[in-house]
């Protein structure tokens, strides 16, 4: 499997986007490949998420990377899981340590209780005020390092949510 490095600055070239494709379309090979489910699940999850963003016609870098980037998250849940679902946690220790990891680790937390885990929010917070807050902090992590994931995860957050839903509730 190919692994993008994510790349400080936002630039569009025609090479990103092919070289994109390629990998998504290597990636949706791998859909219907359920062997070694830990080892390989990252693999079919994002073999899931490339044919949901081809199938209805998402395709364009931003979208192509989130996917990368998504998979690689709900990958390393089986490594690690969460600190604690208590998102205003990281907000305040990122802040407090001026720590860009603390925010985009809070930010991962809200896309995972949109997408996966919504039993995990808190009583007084809905789903869309998940989504307002992710978004947030993926762009406040893009401030603070630049990493156009960042940008492009703060401004697919809804439509990736959906997309990983949509994945998950077919694996």
Same mark, same amino acid.
């Given at each position: 499997?190919?692994?993008?490095?994510?790349?400080?600055?936002?630039?569009?070239?025609?090479?990103?986007?092919?070289?994109?494709?390629?990998?998504?379309?290597?990636?949706?090979?791998?859909?219907?490949?359920?062997?070694?489910?830990?080892?390989?699940?990252?693999?079919?999850? !994002?073999?899931?998420?490339?044919?949901?963003?081809?199938?209805?016609?998402?395709?364009?870098? /931003? #979208? &192509?990377?989130? =996917?990368? %980037?998504?998979?690689?998250?709900?990958?390393?849940?089986?490594?690690?899981?969460?600190?604690?679902?208590?998102?205003?946690?990281?907000?305040?220790?990122?802040?407090?340590?001026?720590?860009?990891?603390?925010?985009?680790?809070?930010?991962?937390?809200?896309?995972?209780?949109? !997408?996966?885990?919504?039993?995990?929010?808190?009583?007084?917070?809905?789903?869309?005020?998940? /989504? #307002? &807050?992710?978004? =947030?902090? %993926?762009?406040?992590?893009?401030?603070?390092?630049?990493?156009?994931?960042?940008?492009?995860?703060?401004?697919?957050?809804?439509?990736?949510?959906?997309?990983?839903?949509?994945?998950?509730?077919?694996?």
């Amino acid at each position: 499997m190919t692994v993008l490095q994510f790349r400080s600055k936002k630039t569009n070239t025609d090479s990103d986007i092919n070289e994109l494709l390629t990998i998504a379309t290597d990636m949706r090979k791998y859909s219907s490949n359920k062997d070694g489910f830990t080892s390989n699940f990252t693999t079919l999850i !994002s073999a899931k998420i490339m044919d949901t963003l081809i199938d209805n016609k998402m395709i364009e870098k /931003e #979208s &192509l990377l989130c =996917g990368i %980037y998504i998979s690689g998250l709900l990958g390393t849940l089986f490594k690690t899981q969460p600190k604690h679902w208590i998102v205003v946690d990281y907000i305040i220790e990122g802040s407090k340590n001026n720590n860009p990891l603390t925010i985009q680790q809070g930010a991962n937390v809200c896309f995972l209780i949109c !997408s996966i885990f919504q039993e995990k929010r808190g009583r007084c917070m809905n789903v869309k005020d998940y /989504e #307002s &807050l992710g978004s =947030g902090l %993926y762009m406040q992590y893009y401030h603070q390092t630049d990493k156009e994931i960042g940008y492009y995860m703060a401004k697919k957050f809804s439509e990736m949510t959906m997309v990983t839903k949509e994945c998950i509730d077919t694996i």
